[in-house]
Structure formats: structure tokens, C-alpha cells
């Protein structure tokens, strides 16, 4: 267990649509990164947050949005939805800002967009 | 943009066997890193490397930072079944720069 949680651990919901992922980081931890992961495919960073700031911006979408919150818990929200849009969404944190400091994955939200 | 190619896509192996695995870049990196994803959760680190010419172990695991800093190796001596998965790599160029990380080895251990 990697003191990550993530919810809901699967959504299933039509093209169109709009869903909201929540990421709760390891006690202590100031950054929030989000990955996401397709069938067979490799991690693509989404975006990193660092004490309420938005740290770093990787090939996240327009359609996509995310936030960090004052309690450190961070929110994904996919809008518009399409079949492609479904893959794996992981959260990860760190103590650190710097991204080669280890980060601790959570489990990930397993999206379906049908 | 920058680029990591991760070598082999995909390994099939029997139990006991030696791996080899690598990542080169098309420039310079200054931190290599190594992760692995277990199937059907989320990857956990393995080993970090700051310097080149660095040799890291981690029980079975070794990973090396190339001379050139262009790429890195991750070696598995006398596999067994847990370590199936898939491996990735990610690198840094440069402090000011995020990770970029490899498209990932996966690992099947042949029964």
C-alpha cells in the first residue's frame, strides 16, 4: 500500500460526458502528479501540482482540468468525453517538487467512456 | 520534443534467466530512474541514478548510468516469477525540465 487513494477505482460513462477523479496523497506529501495510461501503453504525464500550485504541465488536454486543494487533495476533471479518453488515471505524490524525488503511486481509476 | 526509447518492447523468459533492458535518449540526461508496474496496480521505484558511470543494485536488480548520458541499463539476475510486469525508465535532462519516461519493457515469464 502505498498510502496513495484514489476514487472511484472504476467509472464507466458515456461519450459527452464529464467525470471528476480524487487523488488523496501520502501524509506529508506536497506534490500531486497525473498520469494517464491507455491499453498496452505507457505513462503519459498529465500534470503536477505542488502545494496548491500548478508545478508542471505535461500533454494534458484542453478538454482536461485538474486542481490541488488546501487540505493537498487533488481533483481530475475530463470533460467532454471521448472513446479515446479511456485508460487507466494514475495519481502519484511526493514530498518534493522535484519529479525524480520517488513517487508513490496510487492504484489508479480505471475510466470507460462507451 | 525529447524522446526515450525503451528496448525490448516486451520479453519472454524462463525462470532463472539473466535480463537485460535499456533506454537511450537523443540527449543528455542528468537522472535516470527505474520503476516498475505490478499488473493491475501502479509502479513503485526501483532504483535512482544521479551520476554517470553509476552502478546501483537492489537485490537481483542492477541498473548502470551510461558514460555518455544518453541511456541506462537495468539487469535482473535469475528471474523469478514476481518479477513479471512491465519495467519503465524516465529521465531527466535537466533541472528545469519535467521527467519523460519510456514506453515501458513488460516482462512474461514463460511457465
Known amino acids: 500500500d502505498s498510502g496513495v487513494t484514489q476514487t472511484p477505482k472504476h467509472l464507466i460513462t458515456a461519450t459527452g460526458q464529464r467525470v471528476t477523479l480524487r487523488c488523496s496523497p501520502r501524509?506529508?506529501?506536497?506534490?500531486v502528479y497525473w498520469y494517464q495510461q491507455s491499453l498496452d501503453q505507457g505513462l503519459q504525464f498529465l500534470i503536477q501540482y505542488y502545494n496548491g500550485e500548478e508545478r508542471a504541465k505535461g500533454n494534458i488536454l484542453e478538454r482536461f482540468s485538474a486542481q490541488q486543494f488546501p487540505d493537498l487533495h487533488s481533483e481530475l476533471n475530463l470533460s467532454s468525453l471521448e472513446l479515446g479518453d479511456s485508460a487507466l488515471y494514475f495519481c502519484?505524490?511526493?514530498?518534493?517538487?522535484?519529479?525524480?524525488?520517488?513517487?508513490?503511486f496510487g492504484p489508479g481509476t480505471r475510466l470507460t467512456v462507451t | 520534443g525529447q524522446q526515450l526509447n525503451q528496448s525490448p518492447q516486451s520479453m519472454f523468459i524462463q525462470e532463472g534467466e539473466d535480463v537485460s533492458m535499456n533506454c537511450t535518449s537523443s540527449s543528455i540526461f542528468n537522472t535516470w530512474l527505474w520503476y516498475k508496474q505490478d499488473p493491475g496496480e501502479g509502479p513503485v521505484l526501483l532504483i535512482a541514478?544521479?551520476?554517470a558511470g553509476e552502478l546501483t543494485s537492489n537485490g537481483r536488480l542492477t541498473a548502470q548510468f551510461g558514460i555518455t548520458r544518453k541511456d541506462s541499463f537495468l539487469n535482473i539476475s535469475a528471474s523469478i516469477p514476481s518479477d513479471v510486469g512491465i519495467y519503465f525508465c524516465a529521465g531527466r535532462p535537466g533541472s528545469n525540465y519535467q521527467l519523460i519516461w519510456g514506453a515501458g519493457t513488460k516482462l512474461i515469464i514463460k511457465p
Open positions: 541514478l544521479y551520476k
Open positions: 502519484a505524490s511526493s514530498l518534493s517538487g522535484d519529479p525524480t524525488y520517488e513517487q508513490y
Open positions: 501524509s506529508g506529501d506536497l506534490s
